[in-house]
């Protein structure tokens, strides 16, 4: 069996784009990802890291590339849906911890595409609270246990040690993804991601 794992931030917009296309690859290559939540700001501080729009914000040009890009892979996968949240940068501590939860409450999946869609379609603010409670009771998800267990002392352990553990597997941004023990980053290196996996699952 072949070991893909798939590290996110809900407030990644690359890590939105390489969620929705998922999917496909997994179909082709009857492999599925496991979704890991991290907290890219936890990363960043391990690594020495920061964001694009800080790292490029003095390259003449740089930026304004990465945002055609973006516009092409988006299009070029009919993403049409996808809109830039006018609260980002989101705080995504809660809905990051929240996951760790869904995932003990076994609602990781429809949990994960709640918050996707919350953030990068409907562009809400979620790191409010009240928004967080309101799209998770839409969805049908337990609101109240989710939101409750995200402030337990276990579910925060279990983020830090899921960022922790993403870093010292080399990780230092989001999305990344290990297939084995090999490393790629973001969602442009999806095509070797596949080709990797269908060259170790030819492998086993």
């Not at 979620?126 to 967080?132: C, T």
């Not at 969805?139 to 267990?149: E, K, N, Y």
């Not at 352990?157 to 230092?172: C, D, I, N, P, Y």
């Not at 990344?176 to 442009?188: A, I, R, W």
């Amino acid at each position: 069996m072949v070991a893909f794992r798939f590290y996110f931030d809900f407030g990644s917009p690359n890590a939105y784009l390489a969620h929705k296309v998922l999917p496909d690859i997994e179909a082709r290559t009857g492999v599925q990802a496991v979704y890991v939540p991290v907290l890219l700001g936890g990363i960043f501080k391990l690594t020495g890291n920061q964001s694009p729009v800080m790292a490029f914000a003095g390259i003449k040009n740089k930026w304004a590339y990465e945002q055609l890009e973006f516009e092409r892979f988006r299009l070029r996968h009919n993403l049409l849906n996808f809109r830039y949240n006018p609260h980002f940068p989101v705080n995504t501590l809660a809905i990051m911890r929240a996951a760790h939860a869904a995932s003990g409450l076994g609602v990781l999946t429809p949990y994960v595409n709640a918050m996707f869609e919350a953030m990068w379609e409907r562009e809400l603010n979620m790191a409010d609270p009240a928004v967080i409670h309101d799209v998770l009771d839409k969805a049908g998800l337990p609101a109240a246990d989710l939101m409750a267990g995200a402030q337990s002392d276990p579910v925060k352990a279990s983020l830090l040690k899921a960022t922790e553990q993403a870093v010292e597997g080399g990780v230092f941004g989001s999305p990344s993804f290990h297939v084995g023990n090999e490393l790629y980053f973001g969602k442009d290196r999806l095509d070797l991601v596949e080709a990797e996996i269908l060259a170790q699952k030819a492998k086993s």
